[in-house]
T-cell receptor
Framework: RKEVEQDPGPFNVPEGATVAFNCTYS??????FFWYRQDCRKEPKLLMS???SGNEDGRFTAQLNRASQYISLLIRDSKLSDSATYLC??????????FGQGTTLQVKP | GAVVSQHPSRVICKSGTSVKIECRSL??????MFWYRQFPKQSLMLMAT?????????EQGVEKDKFLINHASLTLSTLTVTSAHPEDSSFYIC???????????????FGQGTRLTVV
């Protein structure tokens, strides 16, 4: 099992749609989780941090399910500008960050 | 938020030459920096963990003699790709984490990345 696993997609959705991505992780001792957004040929930028059961920021909601070892990212009212690759990131035991392969979202007009 | 500056953003070099990439934390001290590479349409793959004042820790399969890492100060880490070959062409990104009150669970801040093309 990969340390961090995501469905690569792509997810093609119309503007205004609600879309959700899941990410599973193998290290049950992980205490924090991150969602990063990466635009083409750019560096990743932090979108949300998840330290407990979940986090909400505007149209974005991240939820954590420790029992099943997955985190999800929900985007409501999708905008064209939300088109990007969303990376699930989990710190490893030595402090290094383990990246999922990313989920590509394409929002269509 | 914290800023990490990476330079150069783009470099083209000839096969056999060496290229140095710099990563600086501008407003915080980074005792540990991480170097990643990313091939097209793939995720970031950790190459090595750079520790200030000590040798870097390389991931399995990464040649330490080819990818030289130096972390001489709390704000600067460098990656040197030695004797570059076309297959080394990739997007290289550094990141640094703040190990403050929240310990190892803080987010990482990324440099802008360096697109290396070896011809």
């Amino acid at each position: 099992r990969k340390e961090v696993e995501q469905d690569p997609g792509p997810f093609n959705v119309p503007e205004g749609a609600t879309v959700a991505f899941n990410c599973t992780y193998s290290n049950s001792a992980s205490q924090s989780f991150f969602w990063y957004r990466q635009d083409c040929r750019k560096e990743p930028k932090l979108l949300m941090s998840v330290y407990s059961s979940g986090n909400e920021d505007g149209r974005f909601t991240a939820q954590l399910n420790r029992a099943s070892q997955y985190i999800s990212l929900l985007i409501r009212d999708s905008k064209l500008s939300d088109s990007a690759t969303y990376l699930c990131v989990v710190p490893g035991n030595t402090g290094k960050l383990i990246f999922g392969q990313g989920t590509t979202l394409q929002v269509k007009p | 938020g914290a800023v990490v500056s990476q330079h150069p953003s783009r470099v083209i070099c000839k096969s056999g030459t060496s290229v140095k990439i710099e990563c600086r934390s501008l407003d915080f001290q980074a005792t540990t920096m991480f170097w990643y590479r990313q091939f097209p349409k793939q995720s970031l793959m950790l190459m090595a963990t750079s520790n200030e004042g000590s040798k870097a820790t390389y991931e399995q399969g990464v040649e330490k003699d080819k990818f030289l890492i130096n972390h001489a100060s709390l704000t600067l880490s460098t990656l040197t790709v030695t004797s570059a070959h076309p297959e080394d062409s990739s997007f290289y990104i550094c990141s640094a984490r703040g190990f403050g009150g929240t310990g190892v669970n803080t987010e990482a801040f990324f440099g802008q990345g360096t697109r290396l093309t070896v011809v």
